[in-house]
């Protein structure tokens, strides 16, 4: 077994392991008082920190030379998008038994599920084209312009975060530094020609 196949089979471990966790207390009736919303917020959680985790692939490759983790960067993408989809799905079918009218009132009635709406469905896109054959339709330059959705979708995912929480703000504020860090380390080489003086 190569390294590569070993180290996914053991980022997919890890990746399981809170779902792991959740099936087994929703098993011993250890979610709560209200099983359905632990299970959302859980979700929820889960899809913020793996596009987290898969907006950190850069920066640490180029700061420590890393260069063997962006074999797993799609991989890491596809795990939030099925955190996004269990968050979804719990939702839809749980909460609201699937009731599209209850659904669309909620979105029109209520904006931080709007957000969270969208953040999902511009996941989608990157989930379908996460193929080798989806970049050669593509082309290398256009995948890499669709893939730069995941930066809108993790600011929606935080501010969907954010508004859900009202008033303990602290993981929301803490994923917002997060991100807002690697936003920034991928601003600042385009701002750099701009930074150096002019000479004459």
Known sequence: MNDVRFNKILISLNALIPLGFLAFDGWRGQLG??????FLRTTGVMTLVFLLITLSVTPLRKIFGWNGLVKFRRMLGLYAFFYGCLHLVTYSV???SFSIPDIAADIIQRPF???G???????IPLAVTSTTGWIKR???KNW????????????????HFWMIVKSDIFYPLLFGLVLALL????????MKPSLQPHKN
Do not use: C
């Not at 008082?33 to 632990?38: G, L, R, T, V």
């Not at 890499?144 to 501010?159: F, M, T």
């Open 33 to 38: 008082a209200n099983p359905i919303e632990f």
């Open 94 to 96: 749980f909460d609201k």
């Open 113 to 115: 599920i709007a957000i």
């Open 117 to 123: 709406m969208a953040a999902f469905f511009f996941m």
């Open 138 to 140: 593509l082309g290398g």
């Open 144 to 159: 890499s312009r669709l893939h730069k959705l995941i930066y809108p979708i993790a600011i929606l995912g935080v501010i």
């Open 183 to 190: 936003l920034i380390y991928r601003l600042i080489p385009k």
